[in-house]
């Protein structure tokens, strides 16, 4: 999604607006743009390209000003061309970059239109520029207040005015916006991320909020026009983050970070320093007879792998709800509900208005399970558990799915021990198990060599199925998943008891099957669904516990995994996955951190 980086320095600030779209390149853009206050002019370049050519054409003219504005854009409103790149302009005075929709903007369009103004792009953002432009009287503070109380939707913007070089301005409603206070500068971001080069501390902006940054102060105004004071929050920030090192990609990196990730969640429930302040007390649950997880993508394949967990540890009904589907249903709550928000970012539009929508409702029991602890979301409810996954920059969500597992199941254990369903002594056992989940996961990591040489068996492939059953039927979407937004070969997960009503008429040599075999109280089920495949000449890939008792026939690959995890045998077996969608993109040769038309981070509907 489109990311923004502004500021006023204490010297030249392109190279720390360029360093920030860098660093922000990982949400995914079509376009970007910087544009500078420089001798008494606003002046800019804009690229279809990468932020590294946007780099040279800086370079190349010389852009120079110690006030900013700069963006990485992904299309929503008109196609990703030049005129439609930001910062967008009106007339020479105004200068805007902005994320978000505006959803009046036709009204606004055709009003502005009317008083003379020139629309040169397409974007919703114009509108922008404009209105302030339109209630500019020399003070640009008082243009974007009025400015903004015209719009509807969501934004995070920053604007400067020729003529007041050293100020610029930030507003956010329904969009983050940070501030990041540096030795150098005052900087506005939409994530911490982009200026952990320039900033060692950062002010979150609330909904609503205004900033104005003059020289080094920065005033913030609340949506009435208040002054209000937010809390700064120093930032500490492992070099290590965002650098590739030894990897090739930043998903490799973050597909092998994982034990270490999953033991950092583990320990900030267990460890002797507990970091989930915001976590419900059991007692706080004690009435909570049904669950409601809200997702997308593959967090919405988290909250389905957790339905099992909380259905067997807990006795309690449990539902996954794609959150885009869920904010425009009826809403039927069966009463005593606990909201549970899972989400990478904290900020996917359409898992935040789902969000809103129980709470509109009524529900107040709201868990944000969540890797972003200033978050909207994590902002939004009641209660919060952080994953512990560290910033996550490839696209394709690896390190922060397997967190969420983790964080999922401790919540069901925990919800189980509360409601009389496990032991103190079973829920002890849970633990040694999840503490050994790392380890684990490093045995599966080992298998990377035989994964390669799957990948080589499949990497021309056109389309692929994965099967699996009970809690790995997610793993099985999530597997396709991975598989199709990194490698662009068609996928498909089912529950293998779905092959024969209809997905077994696409089963011919042609069709990889790939199936994650656990050891569980299906596996003689599974094993007649993989009969299924192999008897109309299917090419099985299968990645099966060691304990199986699962040996190579004709027509079959196979892969031995650890001996059976129990229930968190989803962990391992999704690892394994991830590497496969990984090695077969890097065969195929796509942008594997930055998917085509992807953007991480979806802040818009
Ligand atoms: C897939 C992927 C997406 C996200 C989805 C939700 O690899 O990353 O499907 O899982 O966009 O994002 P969050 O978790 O930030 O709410």
């Given at each position: 999604?489109c990311g923004i980086v502004a500021g006023v320095a204490?010297?030249n600030i392109v190279p720390s607006l360029l360093e920030g779209l860098k660093r922000l390149e990982y949400r995914?853009y079509?376009?970007c743009g910087v544009a500078v206050?420089?001798?008494?002019?606003?002046?800019?370049?804009?690229?279809?390209?990468r932020v590294c050519?946007l780099e040279?054409?800086a370079?190349?003219?010389?852009?120079?000003?110690?006030t900013g504005i700069a963006h990485t854009r992904?299309?929503?409103?008109?196609?990703?061309?030049?005129?439609?790149?930001h910062p967008?302009?009106?007339?020479?005075?105004?200068?805007?970059v902005?994320n978000?929709?505006?959803?009046?903007?036709?009204?606004?369009?055709?009003?502005?239109?009317?008083?003379?103004?020139?629309?040169?792009?397409?974007?919703?953002?114009?509108?922008?520029?404009?209105?302030?432009?339109?209630?500019?009287?020399?003070?640009?503070?008082?243009?974007?207040?009025?400015?903004?109380?015209?719009?509807?939707?969501?934004?995070a913007?920053a604007?400067?005015?020729?003529?007041?070089?050293?100020?610029v301005?930030g507003?956010?409603?329904?969009?983050p916006l940070v501030v990041g206070i540096g030795?150098e500068g005052v900087f506005l971001a939409s994530d911490t991320f982009a200026l952990a080069g320039s900033a060692e501390?950062f002010?979150?902006?609330?909904?609503?909020?205004?900033?104005?940054i003059?020289?080094?102060?920065?005033?913030?105004?609340?949506?009435?026009?208040?002054?209000?004071?937010?809390?700064?929050?120093?930032f500490?920030r492992?070099?290590?983050?965002a650098?590739?090192?030894?990897?090739?990609?930043?998903?490799?990196?973050?597909?092998?970070?994982?034990?270490?990730?999953?033991?950092?969640?583990?320990?900030?429930?267990?460890?002797?320093?507990?970091?989930?302040?915001?976590?419900?007390?059991?007692?706080?649950?004690?009435?909570?007879?049904?669950?409601?997880?809200?997702?997308?993508?593959?967090?919405?394949?988290?909250?389905?792998?957790?339905?099992?967990?909380?259905?067997?540890?807990?006795?309690?009904?449990?539902?996954?709800?794609?959150?885009?589907?869920?904010?425009?249903?009826?809403?039927?709550?069966?009463?005593?509900?606990?909201?549970?928000?899972?989400?990478?970012?904290?900020?996917?539009?359409?898992?935040?208005?789902?969000?809103?929508?129980?709470?509109?409702?009524?529900?107040?029991?709201?868990?944000?399970?969540?890797?972003?602890?200033?978050?909207?979301?994590?902002?939004?409810?009641?209660?919060?558990?952080?994953?512990?996954?560290?910033p996550?920059v490839?696209?394709?969500?690896?390190?922060?799915?397997?967190?969420?597992?983790?964080?999922?199941?401790?919540?069901?254990?925990?919800?189980?021990?509360?409601?009389?369903?496990?032991?103190?002594?079973?829920?002890?056992?849970?633990?040694?198990?999840?503490?050994?989940?790392?380890?684990?996961?490093?045995?599966?990591?080992?298998?990377?060599?035989?994964?390669?040489?799957?990948?080589?068996?499949?990497?021309?492939?056109?389309?692929?199925?994965?099967?699996?059953?009970?809690?790995?039927?997610?793993?099985?979407?999530?597997?396709?998943?991975?598989?199709?937004?990194?490698?662009?070969?068609?996928?498909?997960?089912?529950?293998?008891?779905?092959?024969?009503?209809?997905?077994?008429?696409?089963?011919?040599?042609?069709?990889?099957?790939?199936?994650?075999?656990?050891?569980?109280?299906?596996?003689?089920?599974?094993?007649?669904?993989?009969?299924?495949?192999?008897?109309?000449?299917?090419?099985?890939?299968?990645?099966?516990?060691?304990?199986?008792?699962?040996?190579?026939?004709?027509?079959?690959?196979?892969?031995?995994?650890?001996?059976?995890?129990?229930?968190?045998?989803?962990?391992?077996?999704?690892?394994?996955?991830?590497?496969?969608?990984?090695?077969?993109?890097?065969?195929?040769?796509?942008?594997?951190?930055?998917?085509?038309?992807?953007?991480?981070?979806?802040?818009?509907?």
């Open positions: 999604m204490q010297r995914g079509d376009s206050l420089q001798r008494g002019e606003a002046r800019r370049v804009r690229t279809l390209s050519t040279a054409d370079r190349a003219i010389d852009l120079d000003g110690a992904w299309a929503t409103h008109g196609m990703p061309v030049i005129d439609n790149a967008i302009f009106s007339g020479e005075l105004i200068a805007v902005h978000g929709i505006i959803e009046n903007h036709e009204q606004l369009r055709q009003s502005l239109r009317a008083k003379g103004y020139v629309f040169t792009s397409q974007t919703d953002t114009e509108v922008i520029a404009h209105l302030v432009h339109e209630h500019y009287c020399g003070d640009i503070l008082t243009a974007v207040h009025n400015a903004t109380r015209m719009l509807q939707g969501a934004y913007i604007v400067m005015c020729r003529d007041e070089p050293g100020r301005i507003a956010r409603q329904g969009s030795k501390r002010i979150y902006l609330e909904e609503g909020d205004l900033v104005d003059e020289g080094k102060d920065v005033k913030i105004l609340d949506k009435e026009g208040q002054a209000v004071t937010r809390r700064e929050i120093a500490v492992h070099a290590s983050d650098e590739l090192g030894a990897y090739r990609h930043f998903m490799q990196k973050e597909i092998f970070e994982q034990p270490v990730a999953v033991a950092r969640t583990i320990a900030s429930v267990t460890g002797r320093e507990t970091h989930q302040a915001g976590m419900p007390k059991p007692e706080e649950l004690a009435e909570v007879t049904n669950v409601v997880m809200l997702g997308c993508g593959t967090s919405h394949y988290a909250a389905l792998t957790a339905c099992g967990w909380f259905e067997h540890f807990a006795n309690v009904a449990a539902r996954a709800e794609i959150s885009s589907e869920y904010r425009y249903r009826d809403y039927v709550s069966p009463g005593n509900t606990l909201v549970v928000a899972v989400s990478q970012s904290g900020e996917t539009a359409d898992t935040l208005a789902a969000l809103r929508y129980t709470q509109s409702m009524g529900e107040q029991r709201t868990l944000a399970i969540c890797n972003v602890a200033a978050s909207a979301m994590v902002r939004q409810c009641r209660w919060s558990f952080i994953t512990e996954a560290g996550e490839g696209v394709a969500s690896t390190k922060a799915f397997t967190t969420q597992l983790v964080a999922l199941f401790m919540l069901a254990i925990q919800m189980g021990k509360q409601r009389g369903h496990v032991s103190e002594s079973e829920a002890e056992s849970y633990m040694r198990q999840l503490t050994a989940l790392p380890d684990a996961m490093r045995n599966v990591l080992a298998r990377e060599p035989e994964i390669m040489a799957w990948a080589e068996a499949l990497y021309q492939s056109d389309h692929a199925l994965f099967l699996g059953r009970g809690t790995h039927y997610p793993i099985a979407l999530e597997g396709a998943l991975k598989l199709k937004e990194i490698s662009y070969i068609h996928a498909e997960g089912y529950p293998a008891g779905e092959l024969k009503h209809g997905p077994l008429a696409l089963v011919t040599d042609a069709m990889p099957v790939i199936v994650t075999a656990p050891n569980d109280a299906l596996l003689h089920k599974l094993k007649s669904n993989m009969e299924e495949v192999r008897a109309r000449g299917g090419r099985l890939f299968v990645l099966a516990d060691s304990d199986t008792g699962l040996t190579v026939e004709s027509g079959m690959r196979l892969i031995h995994m650890p001996a059976w995890f129990g229930a968190l045998s989803p962990v391992l077996h999704v690892v394994a996955l991830q590497l496969l969608a990984y090695h077969v993109a890097c065969l195929r040769g796509t942008d594997i951190d930055k998917p085509r038309n992807l953007a991480k981070s979806v802040t818009v509907e």
